[in-house]
């Protein structure tokens, strides 16, 4: 690249970085981050936490229901084996949504594969609210497995949608909308199973019936919004579509740099085409991009957030909280977790996803350390219980600083368009098999280590932290093909030659009056 043509793109850079800092985030944009997130994150972090509340009446409904049926009261074993089932099956809906969105999303794009996901939600709504009623706990264990199957797919398909239609500056900021809503979702859930508001007796399957407004509500809203225009152009070869949908979502008539950006993306593919989970497998251009993206995923749900919970009602009542206010003392972790992931989603673009990540999980380790210290001692000394619950509250915080969105986050951006879909099919496995690792296996650790059980997360999050530390790289305010070309070196595949960059960047002509066009189409606000 001589001197001329580096100061030409250089100059580009500088203008072009200078105006993506000042343009506002339009209301389409916003609209679609945070209607997407309410019928799709907002609904896995409400069905996390809404069997909670309830449990002790859902228990008394599949005993009561069982004596109808037999003229006997229901077994032991046959009570824990039905509500074990009844919890976990959510995690095997939700792995059986994530194979399936490779599939759905090929024909009905990002947009529609929301819109129908939302009948997964209202059906499961419909069968947790009225097996009651129609005295059938079978309905209960359907339903949960059917709101499974919308999160399985929710979790993979709305992070993929956030992160082709956001500009590049603030895709991280967007990205977090996934997250936010997740924990925002967690917290209604603990408040609406008060015993003041839905934690009742009469009322658990009002609960339930909820699940139905945010699905309705993005159906009101997603259908008036665009679909993702990189999906427009590169999959459905609808360049007015896609040109249309840039407009609204960045609220600007010119989006020609936006639109080579994307045509430059599609010339460095060799594969236009949605890519297979096989063919993902055995491309070595994207092989420690999986590595990263599966590790990372798992670290998300082995390190030790979920196990928390087990321990939080027991840490309060060693502190001397009377058993009837423990519901709203925790309420604290509901709402420092929707704090955390808020201000997380204000400072990534500033910080960048790798530092957050390695704090995140090594603040996790060292918490985690202090707790098994603390819960060690919490029998001879009195005040001990408080410092124990304080470094709850710390892992919950630290966790949503950066490990409880930014795994979503970087799925989407570590990939160009054509394997996207296959990589959250992978991504979403690992997660929802971590997930039932962690629900099955935990409880055998806690009763072999007791309050030792933690050290394992401890070493989970630092192995995490150490790999993140030497593989990832930053991937903030960079283009797609820009993060691909990061992962060159390790993948061993050759880096494309300067020759060969300018002749992307300066592959249109100049117009009548001589001056360059585009001069950068890689280096666009995508």
């Known amino acids: ?170 895709r991280g900021s967007i990205g977090q909308f996934n997250s936010i809503l997740i924990c925002l979702g967690v917290f209604t859930g603990q408040v609406l199973g008060l015993p003041e508001l839905l934690g009742q007796e009469s009322r658990w399957n009002y609960l ?65 085409h949605s890519a297979s989970v096989l063919q993902l497998l055995k491309t070595p251009a994207v092989r420690w991009q999986l590595i990263t993206i599966i590790i990372t995923m798992a670290c998300y749900q082995l390190c030790g957030l979920n196990a928390i919970w087990y321990y939080t009602n027991g840490i309060l009542r060693e502190a001397g909280f009377a058993e009837n206010i423990l519901p709203y003392i925790t309420l604290s972790t509901g709402a420092i977790e929707t704090l955390a992931a808020i201000i997380s989603g204000l400072v990534i673009e500033r910080i960048g996803r790798k530092p957050l990540l390695i704090f995140g999980f090594s603040a996790m380790a060292v918490f985690f350390s202090l707790l098994t210290v603390f819960l060690n001692f919490q029998d001879s000394v009195s005040w001990m219980p408080y410092l124990s619950y304080i470094c709850i509250l710390a892992v919950i915080a630290s966790f949503c600083s950066g490990p409880g969105g930014i795994p979503f986050v970087l799925t989407g951006e570590l990939f160009e368009q054509s394997y996207r879909p296959a990589a959250f099919m992978i991504a979403g496995t690992v997660n929802w098999l971590s997930n039932f690792a962690v629900g099955l296996l935990f409880p055998f650790i806690q009763e072999k280590l007791q309050s030792f059980a933690f050290l394992v997360f401890v070493v989970v999050c630092i192995l995490g932290s150490i790999y993140l530390y030497l593989v990832l790289p930053e991937t903030k305010n960079k283009t797609f093909i820009d993060i691909s070309q990061s992962f060159s070196k390790i993948n061993k595949i050759p880096v494309s030659s300067p020759g060969h960059e300018m002749e992307l960047v300066l592959s249109i002509k100049p117009d009548m009056n001589g001056k360059v066009k585009h001069v950068a189409k890689m280096e666009s606000s995508f």
């Open 1 to 170: 690249m001589d001197k001329p043509q580096k100061e030409i793109l250089a100059d580009h850079k500088m203008s072009d970085s200078g105006k993506n800092s000042e343009k506002p985030v339009t209301a389409c944009l916003l609209s679609a981050a945070f209607f997407g997130a309410l019928g799709s994150s907002f609904i896995y972090g409400y069905n996390l936490s809404v069997v909670n509340a309830p449990a002790l009446y859902i228990k008394a409904f599949y005993n009561k229901t069982w004596i109808e049926r037999y003229g006997e009261p229901i077994a032991a074993e046959t009570a824990t084996l039905l509500w074990s089932i009844t919890v976990s099956i959510f995690a095997i809906g939700g792995l059986l949504g994530a194979l399936s969105v490779s599939s759905i999303i090929r024909v009905l794009g990002r947009k529609g594969t929301l819109l129908l996901n939302n009948s997964f939600a209202i059906i499961a709504a419909l069968l947790l609210s009225l097996g009651e009623k129609a005295k059938s706990f079978e309905m209960l264990i359907i339903g949960r497995f059917i709101i499974g199957v919308d999160s399985g797919i929710a979790l993979s398909v709305l992070p993929m949608y956030l992160g082709e239609i956001t500009p590049r500056h603030i």
């Open 208 to 272: 339930f019936s909820f699940l139905a407004l945010p699905a309705t509500l993005q159906l009101c809203v997603l259908p008036f919004l665009p679909e993702s225009p990189r999906y427009l152009l590169m999959e459905r070869r609808n360049e007015a579509g896609a040109e249309r949908a840039f407009q609204r979502f960045l609220g600007k008539k010119d989006v020609s740099q936006e639109l080579e950006e994307v045509h430059a993306e599609a010339r460095a593919q060799d594969n236009l």
